[in-house]
Antibody
C-alpha cells in the first residue's frame, strides 16, 4: 500500500540548514508528485513545495529563496533542504503524495524545533 | 495568493445529527477544464491530515458516504450526515488551482 515516512533531525539551531527525507513505498516517484506541507504548532497547514513526476519543482514564494526539493528515484526518496532557519520555521513537516486527487496520502510528520 | 476562508471556526454537534462547514475562496477555483480545484481534509487529534473530498464533490477512497462536498466557483460546503465520534477533529479546505496552494485556517468539530 501507499506509504510515506519523513525523517530528519528534531532540533535545529537558528541559521542552520534543515535536511529532511521522505521515503515512499507503494508508488513510483516518476508517476506521482510529492509535496511538503508544514504545520506550525497549533496552527494550520502551509504548502511549501512540490516535486512533480517529471522532476520539476514548484515552491511557495514565501520560502522559495531558502528551499530546495530534490529526489532519488532509485531509492524512492524525496529531500527537502531549507537554509537560514529561524524559530518561526518550527513545526511539523509532512510529505504527501501530490496527485490529481490532491494530497491523498500523508506521512506521519516529523517535528522540527528551531531554537538556540 | 488565493485566500481560503472557513466558517465557523468551531462547531459542536450532537452525535447522529448533521454538520456543515463553509469555505470561501478569494478567486474562482473553476478551471477552464470544468474542474473545481477545492479539497477537504480532516486532521484527527494527534494525526496527519486525511483527504475526504477532492475536486469539490468527489469522495476519496475509503471515506464514508456520510461526507459530501458541494459548491460553486467560490463558495463551498462540506456536509457531514449523522456525525459520529470518529469525525472529531479539524477540517481544512484547500485549493490546488494555482501556486501557492493554500489551505483554510480550519474548523474544529466537537461533539456535544
Amino acid at each position: 500500500q501507499v506509504q510515506l515516512k519523513e525523517s530528519g533531525p528534531g532540533l535545529m539551531q537558528p541559521s542552520e540548514t534543515l535536511s529532511l527525507t521522505c521515503t515512499v513505498s507503494g508508488f513510483s516517484l516518476t508517476s506521482n508528485g510529492v509535496g511538503w506541507v508544514r504545520q506550525p504548532l497549533g496552527k494550520g497547514l502551509v504548502w511549501m513545495g512540490t516535486i512533480w513526476a517529471g522532476g520539476s519543482t514548484n515552491y511557495n514564494s514565501a520560502v522559495q529563496s531558502r528551499l530546495s526539493i530534490s529526489r532519488d528515484t532509485s531509492k524512492s526518496q524525496v529531500f527537502l533542504k531549507m537554509n537560514s532557519l529561524q524559530p518561526e520555521d518550527t513545526g511539523t513537516y509532512y510529505c504527501a503524495r501530490h496527485a490529481r486527487e490532491g494530497f491523498a496520502y500523508w506521512g506521519q510528520g516529523t517535528l522540527v524545533t528551531v531554537s538556540s | 495568493d488565493i485566500v481560503m476562508t472557513q466558517a465557523p471556526l468551531s462547531v459542536s454537534v450532537t452525535p447522529g445529527e448533521s454538520a456543515s462547514i463553509s469555505c470561501r475562496s478569494s478567486k474562482s477555483l473553476l478551471h477552464s477544464n470544468g474542474i473545481t480545484y477545492v479539497y477537504w481534509y480532516l486532521q484527527k487529534p494527534g494525526k496527519s491530515p486525511q483527504l475526504l473530498i477532492y475536486r469539490m464533490s468527489n469522495l476519496a477512497s475509503g471515506v464514508p458516504d456520510r461526507f459530501s462536498g458541494s459548491g460553486s466557483e467560490t463558495d463551498f460546503t462540506l456536509k457531514i450526515s449523522r456525525v459520529e465520534a470518529e469525525d472529531v477533529g479539524i477540517y481544512y479546505c484547500g485549493q490546488l488551482l494555482e501556486n501557492p496552494y493554500t489551505f483554510g485556517a480550519g474548523t474544529k468539530l466537537e461533539l456535544k
